[in-house]
C-alpha cells in the first residue's frame, strides 16, 4: 500500500490550460502539503492543510489553489498554466500539526508545460 | 526567516571512501533536523532526524549525522560510501516557530564512481 499517492505521475500540458493534481494518503495523517522542486532541485512549500484546514499559505500565485476535501486528500488546481510552472510538485504529510515527525513524501508529479 | 544551507552542491566520491556533507541552519529557537535522500527519479526519503538527547544520530543505510548546537550544523557522514549511495540529499529543518513548515537546504548531488 502506498503510504502517500499522486495521480498523475507526469503531466504535459499546453500554456493557458488548467489542471489538477491529486494527493491522498493512507497513513491518518492530520496535516497535508505541497512542496515545488525546480529544475534545481530546490524544493519550496507552497501549502499545508492541517485537517482540511488552510495553515501555511506561501507566496503563491492565485492561479495555484489547494482544496482538501477531507484530510486524507489535499488537492492542487492549477489555472492558466505558464511556462515557469513547469517542476515536479511533492504532497506530504505528516502526523501532528507540527511536522515534528517529519514528512512522508509522495512520489511526485513531474509537469511540463509547453 | 530561518533557512537552511548545504555547503557542497556536488561531491563525487570513489566506492569505499568516506562521506560528510555540511548543512547549517540559522538561529530560530528549538529546531528539530532532517536528512532526506532523493533516488534518481524517486521521492523523498527520510534517512535520519534529530529531536533532542544524543547528538550523535544513527540512520538508515549505515548514515549518520551529528548535532552541533554551537556551529548550528547536523553534517551528514558515512565510513564508506557504496555506488548505490548516488542521490540528491537534502538537509531540513523545522523550526517550531514557523508553524511546522519544513525547510529545506539547497541539496546536494552525491554521485558515487564504482
Known amino acids: 500500500d502506498t503510504a502517500v499517492s499522486q495521480t498523475p505521475k507526469y503531466l504535459v500540458t499546453q500554456m493557458g490550460n488548467d489542471k489538477s493534481i491529486k494527493c491522498e494518503q493512507n497513513?491518518?495523517?492530520?496535516?497535508m502539503y505541497w512542496y515545488k522542486q525546480d529544475s534545481k532541485k530546490f524544493l519550496k512549500i507552497m501549502f499545508s492543510y492541517n485537517n482540511k484546514e488552510l495553515i501555511i499559505n506561501e507566496t503563491v500565485p492565485n492561479r495555484f489553489s489547494p482544496k482538501s476535501p477531507d484530510k486524507a486528500h489535499l488537492n492542487l488546481h492549477i489555472n492558466s498554466l505558464e511556462l515557469g510552472d513547469s517542476a515536479v510538485y511533492f504532497c506530504?504529510?505528516?502526523?501532528?500539526?507540527?511536522?515534528?515527525?517529519?514528512?512522508?513524501f509522495g512520489s511526485g508529479t513531474r509537469l511540463t508545460v509547453v | 526567516a530561518q533557512s537552511v544551507s548545504q555547503h557542497n552542491h556536488h561531491v563525487i566520491l570513489s566506492e569505499a571512501a568516506s562521506l560528510e556533507l555540511g548543512c547549517n541552519y540559522s538561529?530560530?529557537?528549538?529546531?528539530?533536523l532532517f536528512w532526506y535522500v532523493q533516488y534518481p527519479g524517486q521521492h523523498l526519503q527520510l534517512l535520519l532526524k534529530?529531536?533532542?538527547?544524543?547528538?550523535l544520530v544513527k540512520g538508515i543505510k549505515g548514515f549518520e549525522a551529528e548535532f552541533i548546537k554551537s556551529k548550528f550544523s547536523f553534517n551528514l557522514r558515512k565510513p564508506s560510501v557504496q555506488w548505490s549511495d548516488t542521490a540528491e540529499y537534502f538537509c531540513?529543518?523545522?523550526?517550531?516557530?514557523?508553524?511546522?513548515?519544513?525547510?529545506f537546504g539547497q541539496g546536494t548531488e552525491l554521485s558515487v564512481k564504482p
Open positions: 534529530y529531536f533532542s538527547g544524543d547528538p
Open positions: 531540513a529543518a523545522l523550526f517550531y516557530n514557523q508553524g511546522g513548515k519544513l525547510i
Open positions: 497513513l491518518g495523517h492530520d496535516t
Open positions: 506530504a504529510s505528516s502526523p501532528k500539526g507540527q511536522g515534528t515527525d517529519g514528512y512522508t
Open positions: 538561529y530560530g529557537g528549538t529546531v528539530n
